[in-house]
């Protein structure tokens, strides 16, 4: 048996228009709230892997990063800016590297030079700024929410 037959008419009626007032609302509230996390969603990840650090003979690191596109879009740019700290945890530079273009749904190596410091002296890279997120054919965009960083070399990659 319905809740609302126990009611008299009336009420019922009653009821309905203030359910109808208060829950409507609410719940288009609630949408519009989830609408962001939504859009994330069918976006995807855009996941980039510092996978390998290596000495650079004559001085220097040289980094292998991995840049696993999911997003369901192509990037014609994709620029980031990172700050190299030392094995102090202090900031040593700040390198701008430009890993473009990234195809989708592919995976796609880049290799940089950071010069004048050992991979040995390198405790963590940290993602400062993303320059330039440009899909192809569309306006820039703010990648940071869909991206995903990891290492597997002994220097961190953060943001």
Known sequence: MHLMSHFP????????????AVLIPLLAVVLLGLA???????????LV????????????????????????KSFSGFEMSLAILDAGGIIDRLLSIDASPLPVQRTTLKLFEIPEISCSNISEILLHD?????????????????????SRSAVRLVK
């Not at 993303?130 to 990891?150: H, K, R, W, Y």
């Open 9 to 20: 008419l009336p009420v019922r009626h009653s009821m309905t228009r203030v359910l109808n």
């Open 36 to 46: 962001p996390s939504l859009v994330r969603a069918e976006t995807g990840a855009l």
């Open 49 to 72: 892997e510092l996978n390998k650090a290596e000495e650079i003979e004559g001085g220097g690191c040289r980094a292998f990063f991995l840049f696993r596109n999911q997003t369901g």
């Open 130 to 150: 993303v320059t330039s997120c440009q899909p192809q054919n569309e306006a820039e965009m703010d990648c940071f929410p869909i991206l995903t960083l990891g």
